[in-house]
């Protein structure tokens, strides 16, 4: 099945930057539709945003429009999540996710009910 591993997050201070990457262990991620969730404490899991592999289209929440962008690399066989201008509500835990089924996910929206194998987590702690 598929395996995500995270790497990045940490400690910034608001209005720094922070990269996160998200890899298969066994597949080419490349092939994936791929999210980033985010979950606060106290607060739901929420989406942040999400690359469609099949149109390659890219969707954001609109708190992260603007600061927040989600790419693929290829040669490493990664999405990232390149996070500026961070703000103390940013602060989570981020995971990175993909749906279980081809050409699912990512259409209209960042929805955590298509999405289906997901990454260890990593925090994210912006101080003010």
């Known amino acids: 099945q598929v395996q995500l591993v995270q790497s990045g997050g940490g400690l910034v201070q608001a209005g720094g930057s922070l990269r996160l990457s998200c890899a298969d262990s066994?597949?080419?991620?490349?092939?994936?539709?791929v999210g980033w969730f985010r979950q606060a404490p106290g607060k739901e899991r929420e989406g942040v945003a999400c690359?469609?592999?099949?149109?390659?289209?890219?969707i954001y929440v609109d708190s992260v429009k603007g600061r927040f962008t989600i790419s693929r690399d290829n040669g490493k066989n990664t999405v990232d999540l390149q996070m500026n201008n961070l703000k103390p509500e940013d602060t989570a835990v981020y995971y990175c996710?993909?749906?279980?089924?081809?050409?699912?996910?990512?259409?209209?929206?960042?929805?955590?009910?298509?999405?289906?194998?997901w990454g260890q987590g990593t925090q994210v702690t912006v101080s003010s």
């Open positions: 066994g597949f080419d991620l490349n092939y994936y539709t």
């Open positions: 690359i469609n592999a099949v149109s390659g289209n890219t």
């Open positions: 996710a993909t749906p279980q089924v081809m050409g699912y996910g990512c259409w209209d929206g960042v929805k955590l009910e298509e999405y289906d194998h």
